[in-house]
């Protein structure tokens, strides 16, 4: 399984921007996903996650409401849909699959190799 992502760049306060992430190997369809994103000096956060039909779904209080994930099992692609951004969104998002259909937001080994996001005010 080869996980990588994409979306990330310069945003303004308020903007917004999707990430993508795409799967390569395996069974898309059959394994649930998370984002999560770390700032230098911090441990990786857990910021949603989808399962693998899209029937569940978990955010981290602090994007509840602002961001949202999906999945496009036919792209083998999941979305980290993010609006509202503010300076302390700021940090390197990581994708993450899990080899298992539940919905779970503990991370597994299966991790791209991350797309910067930096909200400047």
């Known amino acids: 399984v080869r996980v990588t992502e994409s979306g990330g760049g310069l945003a303004q306060v308020g903007d917004s921007r999707r990430l993508t992430c795409t799967v390569s190997?395996?069974?898309?369809?059959?394994?649930?996903m998370s984002w999560f994103r770390q700032v230098p000096g911090k441990e990786r956060e857990f910021v949603a996650a989808?399962?693998?039909?899209?029937?569940?779904?978990e955010y981290a209080d602090s994007v509840r409401g602002r961001f949202t994930i999906s999945r496009d099992n036919a792209k083998k692609s999941v979305y980290l849909d993010m609006n509202s951004l503010k300076p302390e969104d700021t940090a390197v998002y990581y994708c993450?699959?899990?080899?298992?259909?539940?919905?779970?937001?503990?991370?597994?080994?299966?991790w791209g190799q991350g797309t910067q996001v930096i909200v400047s005010s």
């Open positions: 190997g395996g069974t898309f369809s059959q394994y649930a």
């Open positions: 993450n699959c899990n080899l298992a259909p539940f919905l779970d937001t503990r991370p597994t080994d299966y």
């Open positions: 989808i399962s693998a039909e899209a029937f569940s779904f």
